[in-house]
C-alpha cells in the first residue's frame, strides 16, 4: 500500500487559489499514477484529475479544466492540486489517491490507496 498525507485545504473565497499537496511513502514503486478526487456533500465522489509519476501526462475532469493544475515532484514523491478561480460549487472533500493501474481511470475502485481527506470550502 502507498500512504498518502493530504494538505493545503482550507477556506478560500470565490475567485481565489488554494494549492493542495499529497506526499506519498511505503510501496510508491506500485503506484503508477495519482489521482485528485472531490466529493461533496451528497453528491458522488468525482475525478478532479490524474497524473502518471512518469512522464507527468495529465487528465482533467471537464468541470476544472483550465483552473486547476495538477503537478507532481517525483523526487519528493508528491503531488500538488493548484486550484485557481475557485468557485462555491469546487467546496468539496478533496483525496487523493494511487493507482497501480497503467490507464487513466475515473473510477474510486480502481485507486488502491486513499489519502485521508481535506476540506476544501469556496464562499461567495
Known amino acids: 500500500q502507498v500512504q498518502l498525507v493530504e494538505s493545503g485545504g482550507g477556506l478560500v473565497q470565490a475567485g481565489g487559489s488554494l494549492r493542495l499537496s499529497c506526499a506519498a511513502s511505503g510501496r510508491t514503486f506500485s503506484s503508477y499514477a495519482m489521482g485528485w478526487f472531490r466529493q461533496a456533500p451528497g453528491k458522488e465522489r468525482e475525478l478532479v484529475g490524474t497524473?502518471?509519476?512518469?512522464?507527468?501526462?495529465?487528465y482533467y475532469a471537464d468541470s476544472v479544466k483550465g483552473r486547476f493544475t495538477i503537478s507532481r515532484d517525483n523526487a519528493k514523491n508528491t503531488v500538488y492540486l493548484q486550484m485557481n478561480s475557485l468557485k462555491p460549487e469546487d467546496t468539496a472533500v478533496y483525496y487523493c489517491a494511487a493507482t497501480a493501474f497503467d490507464y487513466y481511470s475515473d473510477s474510486p475502485a480502481d485507486f488502491g490507496s486513499w489519502g485521508q481527506g481535506t476540506q476544501v470550502t469556496v464562499s461567495s
Open positions: 497524473i502518471k509519476w512518469s512522464g507527468g501526462s495529465t
